[in-house]
């Protein structure tokens, strides 16, 4: 595309714009918690509908002025939103020049308790850091090396989960299930001596409710200290087929001072959250498919497995459908050139993921549950569908969530049939709501009998 420069600056959105853009776009998403969800207010966005109309608003901005990017009247701050999927891409294809990752509000919410992480870092250390996180991560790497034992980690907790509901409940809550998810947590990451620890996630925890108020809430500098002291304690233990062993292996590898080895692991703890709430998302997407959850149970035993099936391609759509990072934040380093006009250095890019996603405009079933766009290769997907971000700033992580997520889906659906509750909450005959709170689904299950479970 043509981004030569032109004399004029970029069109701007009216200061009642900017405030319906702040106030239905940015708003909802930074009230649910940007780096903690708050359940209670996510209950009130899906019941509102919220999100669905933040996306309308900007759909209607992109009909009056085009392409865009649009810039916002925000005082004292310059900020701009991306209305054209092709400068999406663009974007983030440009990261970290001239589109830096560690924009402003990212890096005072980050700053609370990983000040030195990849994202909120810039130039040669940026390099290095994110170059770390590629190494342990394997970010290239649809297995991991390590993928073996991850599963067995998924199955042996899976086990317990539905273990339990033999004698305590038929019925699968969030809160359960959040207990199981951090338990495979803190072993694939820490190692499984830190199974129990919930200790160290509640530091996290406190650590990040304070991050969602960024700049406006004083830093936990004692909290932070305790809470490294604590991750110190598994990095030294590097405890095999966990995270912290590869870490230990690389970072002692090279002695770069500027890797900050145990400032990238918060990030690994706190991403897996999101990945949690997709699998849940996804296991009921799946109970109201049921034709595609056989298919896709089906296809699990394939060997070699292949880099992408359906149990993966149903959490990717469960990310599609309700993206679990809205805001992808980023910030020009420079003055850039845009068909409609110049962009000023230092100007925050905001690209919704939502508006992308859900836009019936191009996706002819933006709406739907349609898993199969994922098994098609990479290549026929040119339109913005960037759950794990795009370009050289996408997550590293991407190939583990999908790997832990999907292992868990089939290690649940062959233990038991399970049945969304109630089950009018989400149908495969009607348009998928706006947002799914994952904190408010229910699921009942029958377990399948202790012969079948073995077989499992
Ligand atoms: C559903 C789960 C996840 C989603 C949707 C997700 C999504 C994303 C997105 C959108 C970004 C880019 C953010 C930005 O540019 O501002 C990102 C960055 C990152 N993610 Fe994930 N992520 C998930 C889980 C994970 C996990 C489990 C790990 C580690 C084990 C991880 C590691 C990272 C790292 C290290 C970065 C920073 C990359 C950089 O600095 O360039 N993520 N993730």
Same mark, same amino acid.
């Given at each position: 595309m043509d981004r030569r420069s032109t004399p004029d600056g970029l069109p701007t959105a009216t200061l009642r714009e900017t405030i319906a853009i702040i106030s239905q776009v940015m708003a909802p998403n930074v009230a649910k918690g940007?780096?903690?969800?708050?359940p209670n207010v996510v209950g009130m966005v899906e019941r509102f509908g919220l999100d669905a109309k933040g996306i309308r608003q900007l759909q209607a901005l992109s009909k009056k002025y085009g392409r865009g990017p649009l810039m916002l009247k925000v005082p004292g701050k310059k900020m701009a939103v991306v209305l054209d999927p092709a400068d999406a891409n663009h974007v983030l294809e440009h990261t970290p020049e001239p589109?830096?990752?560690?924009?402003a509000l990212k890096r005072s919410a980050l700053?609370?308790?990983?000040?030195?992480m990849a994202l909120v870092s810039h130039g040669e250390a940026r390099q290095t850091r994110r170059q770390l996180n590629e190494r342990v991560l394997q970010?290239?790497?649809?297995?991991?090396?390590f993928a073996d034992a991850f599963t067995q980690v998924v199955e042996e907790e899976a086990d317990a989960l539905v273990a339990r509901t033999n004698t305590r409940f038929d019925e699968l809550d969030w809160p359960t299930f959040q207990r199981a998810w951090e338990r495979i947590v803190r072993r694939v990451v820490?190692? *499984?001596?830190?199974?129990? $620890?919930r200790t160290v996630t509640r530091e996290l925890v406190r650590l990040r409710k304070a991050a969602n108020w960024g700049f406006m809430h004083p830093k936990r500098k004692r909290l932070q200290q305790r809470f490294e002291q604590h991750l110190a304690f598994y990095y030294q233990q590097?405890?095999?087929?966990s995270l912290m062993a590869m870490l230990f292996h690389h970072s002692t590898e090279e002695t770069?001072?500027?890797?900050?080895?145990?400032?990238?692991?918060p990030q690994w703890l706190f991403a897996f959250d999101p990945a949690g709430m997709a699998a849940f998302r996804a296991l009921a997407l799946l109970c109201v498919h049921p034709e595609f959850a056989a298919r896709a149970l089906d296809d699990v035993? *394939?060997?070699?497995?292949? $880099?992408?099936d359906c149990l993966k391609a149903s959490v990717l759509e469960a990310l599609r459908l309700w993206?679990?990072?809205p805001l992808i934040l980023r910030q020009s380093t420079q003055p850039t050139q845009w068909t409609p006009g110049e962009m000023p250095a230092h100007t925050s890019v905001l690209i919704h993921t939502p508006y992308f996603h859900r836009d019936e405009r191009y996706l002819h079933a933006a709406h739907r549950f349609t898993p199969e766009m994922w098994l098609r290769?990479?290549?026929?997907?040119?339109?913005?569908?960037v759950p794990f971000s795009?370009?050289?700033?996408?997550?590293?992580g991407r190939h583990i969530v999908l790997l832990v997520t999907s292992r868990l889906l089939a290690a649940l659906l062959r233990r038991a049939r399970w049945e969304l509750h109630?089950?009018?909450?989400?149908?495969?005959e009607t348009p998928m709501p706006g947002l799914l709170s994952p904190f408010h689904l229910r699921f009942r299950l029958e377990r399948f009998s202790s012969d079948d479970a073995t077989t499992a």
């Open positions: 940007v780096i903690l969800r708050r589109f830096a990752t560690d924009e700053g609370h308790f990983e000040p030195d970010s290239g790497c649809p297995h991991h090396l820490l190692g *499984d001596s830190a199974r129990d $620890d590097a405890e095999p087929h770069d001072s500027d890797q900050a080895p145990l400032q990238q692991v035993n *394939d060997t070699p497995p292949p $880099d992408m993206p679990t990072t290769p990479d290549g026929e997907r040119r339109w913005p569908l795009g370009g050289p700033g996408i997550c590293p109630p089950p009018g909450k989400l149908s495969s």
